[in-house]
């Protein structure tokens, strides 16, 4: 039974451009959520979404914005970005929105120069 | 909005002595949930307590919440190099919708732990 996987592992990105990353949930979950974890933080909540819609958001800009397909897995999508942006991306699925245990997957790192 | 802290941010232990770590909500939980991370490595579940004074253990882990639901800990008993990385407490926070609920983990900012022969 596959965990929690996303792609990619790194990526290097330039300033203005955009990016894109992908998370497949483990098997059985239906809800993704996003979270942005600079070096020697706590993980921040993106969004959550669930049956492809987002159900909740956090402070983030309208830069960044996901998409969560029929098959549960679901894409984060970041534009114009800007260095403060290099970071960790989880995506974490769980079953259902009512606050079940969350399974993260192992993260993109993304750096941008 | 939200704010959850922890303290320690870090600490160093020898291999058998004891750790805690303490974390605070700005507002009530719904319930909180605790996450290991190794170094490099991502957030990995350990535990959800959702009553108010609810003590949980694990082994050498325990877990308690707070009567008022606003704050936790987390206690390690003779803590091993095992135990190594950064414990995330996390509150949970559910929205109501007009479609169903919503929810939203809150991290709080974590303790490093360092655990040396």
């Known amino acids: 039974d596959a965990g929690v996987t996303q792609s990619p592992t790194h990526l290097i990105k330039t300033r203005g451009q955009q990016v894109t990353l992908r998370c497949s949930p483990k098997s059985g979950h239906d809800t993704v959520s996003w979270y942005q974890q600079a070096l020697g933080q706590g993980p921040q909540f993106i969004f959550q979404y669930y049956e492809e819609e987002e159900r909740q958001r956090g402070n983030f800009p309208d830069r960044f914005s996901g998409h969560q397909f029929p098959n549960y897995s679901s894409e984060l999508n970041v534009n114009a970005l800007l260095l403060g942006d290099s970071a960790l991306y989880l995506c974490a699925s769980s079953y259902g929105t009512g606050g079940r245990e969350q399974y993260f997957g192992p993260g993109t790192r993304l750096t941008v120069t | 909005g939200q704010q959850v802290m922890q303290i320690p941010q870090y600490q160093h232990v020898q291999e058998g002595e004891d750790f805690t770590t303490y974390c605070n909500s700005s507002t009530t939980l719904s319930n909180i949930q605790w996450y290991k991370q190794r170094p490099g490595g991502h957030p990995v579940f350990l535990i959800q307590?959702?009553?108010?004074?609810e003590v949980k253990k694990q082994k050498r882990l325990t877990f308690q919440f707070g009567e008022a639901k606003k704050n936790s800990s987390l206690h390690i008993t003779a803590t091993q190099t095992t135990d190594v990385g950064t414990y995330f407490c996390?509150?949970?926070?559910?929205?109501?919708?007009?479609?169903?609920?919503?929810?939203?983990?809150?991290f709080g900012t974590g303790t490093r732990l360092q655990v040396t022969l």
């Open positions: 996390a509150g949970l926070g559910i929205r109501k919708l007009n479609t169903g609920t919503a929810s939203k983990l809150t």
């Open positions: 307590l959702v009553k108010s004074g």
